[in-house]
């Protein structure tokens, strides 16, 4: 397992937009598609980094693989569905709400995380007492 070398201050900030928190939570979402900043989006696998939600929670995670790179007009179905959409057209929507400026040529980046584990045992989890 990696080990956290940095500080908190020192890590990555990935925001989340409202609603995301209980996917992640639930490991349901590990996959996220960003407009390309490398300054932020270039992850290498192991890498942790902190996901902002807008729920008001910060939590650390890490990279599983290496960021990957696409151009936003080769965005499949696959990848929509991975990142929890129903359609292709509902995650360029969304791109496009996000970063009102995302031209077909600019470069995506497509980020796989989870949240850290201690042996197979996640570090948060819902429980008997959560509106799940």
Same mark, same amino acid.
Not at 5 to 21: C, P, T
Not at 46 to 65: H, P, S
């Given at each position: 397992?990696?080990? #956290?070398?940095?500080?908190? !201050?020192?890590?990555? +900030? ?7 928190? !209980?996917?992640?939570? $639930? ?11 490398? !300054? ?7 890498? /942790? ?8 929670? *910060? #939590?650390?995670?890490? $990279? =599983?693989? &290496? ?6 007009? &080769?965005? =499949?179905?696959? *990848? $929509?569905? @991975? *990142? #929890?959409?129903? =359609?292709? @057209?509902?995650?360029?929507?969304? #791109? ?8 077909? %040529?600019?470069?995506?980046?497509? +980020?796989?995380? !989870?949240?850290?584990?201690? =042996? ?8 008997? /007492? %959560?509106?799940?």
């Amino acid at each position: 397992m990696p080990k #956290l070398k940095k500080a908190k !201050e020192d890590l990555r +900030i990935i925001e989340f937009h409202k609603g995301q928190f !209980e996917y992640v939570i $639930a490991g349901e979402k590990l996959f996220t598609i960003r407009r390309l900043r490398p !300054e932020t989006h270039i992850l290498l696998k192991g890498e /942790y980094f902190v996901g902002r939600f807008q729920e008001g929670f *910060d #939590l650390l995670l890490i $990279a =599983t693989q &290496n960021t990957e790179s696409k151009i936003f007009a &080769n965005l =499949t179905k696959e *990848d $929509a569905m @991975e *990142d #929890l959409y129903a =359609t292709l @057209e509902e995650l360029q929507g969304d #791109l496009r709400r996000f970063y009102p400026n995302i031209q077909c %040529s600019d470069m995506v980046a497509m +980020i796989r995380f !989870e949240i850290p584990k201690m =042996t197979d045992i996640p570090t948060i989890a819902f429980n008997k /007492y %959560s509106a799940q």
